[in-house]
């Protein structure tokens, strides 16, 4: 269940306080019967690839992407300004739900990753690499503002539905007293394509982990690059 929502990047952490909230106990004479089961197609009940990289040519970003999660005060931290990071209890590239990235529009004196979102163009193409052998190509369809209490979670902290890219950052006016922007820009894109990433190395041939195939390279076989048009 999904209460109020605060983001606050460019201060060095996202606030989520009260996104989650304990669920109801359900007390049940028959354990066989579950009058609430999970949805079938939900992102929290499958399994989920983090995704390694973004790369928003006409924004200028180019940046690795790190899995997030809340801290002991229920807050979320945001990387610094070499990367971006990805909420990994929401939903992944491929999967239903929103899949969540956020990063800096600026940190200590640095610019983020994210410092030109607020430019992004419905239209605009960028590409997420999957982390699975994949390259998967999003199209923005919406760009727009909130203010920091005022983030709809039913559409940004999903995971069920059609699959969404968010993009969040900071942005609007700047309040000197808490050293913090008074609103988020957010950036929905939707999947229109996917690649086959040439450069991938699936893990389990990658045994002490230097980025190459270990054993005999004859011994894999290597896909030809295919593109796939989404939707």
Request: proline share 8%.
């Amino acid at each position: 269940m999904v209460a109020g929502v605060v983001v606050a990047i460019g201060a060095g952490v996202m606030a989520l306080r009260d996104y989650i909230e304990e669920p109801p106990v359900v007390l049940s004479t028959d354990s066989a019967v579950d009058d609430n089961p999970p949805d079938p197609l939900d992102a929290s009940q499958m399994q989920r690839v983090a995704p390694l990289a973004i790369r928003y040519d006409r924004l200028r970003i180019d940046d690795p992407i790190v899995p997030v999660g809340l801290d002991e005060d229920g807050e979320l931290e945001v990387p610094d300004e070499t990367e971006v990071g990805w909420w990994e209890f929401g939903s992944a590239p491929g999967l239903p739900g929103a899949t969540v990235m956020a990063a800096h529009v600026s940190w200590n004196d640095h610019i983020g990753p994210f410092h030109q979102l607020g430019n992004a163009e419905i239209g605009d193409r960028f590409d997420v690499d999957t982390g699975d052998g994949f390259i998967r190509t999003y199209q923005v369809v919406e760009r727009t503002m909130y203010g920091k209490s005022e983030l709809p979670a039913e559409r940004i902290w999903r995971t069920v539905g059609p699959e969404t890219l968010v993009l969040v950052t900071c942005g609007g006016s700047f309040n000197p007293q808490i050293h913090r922007y008074r609103h988020n820009i957010v950036v929905y894109a939707i999947p229109v394509a996917q690649t086959v990433n040439e450069d991938w190395i699936d893990p389990a041939l990658d045994v002490d982990g230097d980025g190459e195939v270990d054993g005999d390279p004859d011994d894999v076989s290597a896909d030809g690059v295919a593109s796939t048009e989404l939707g």
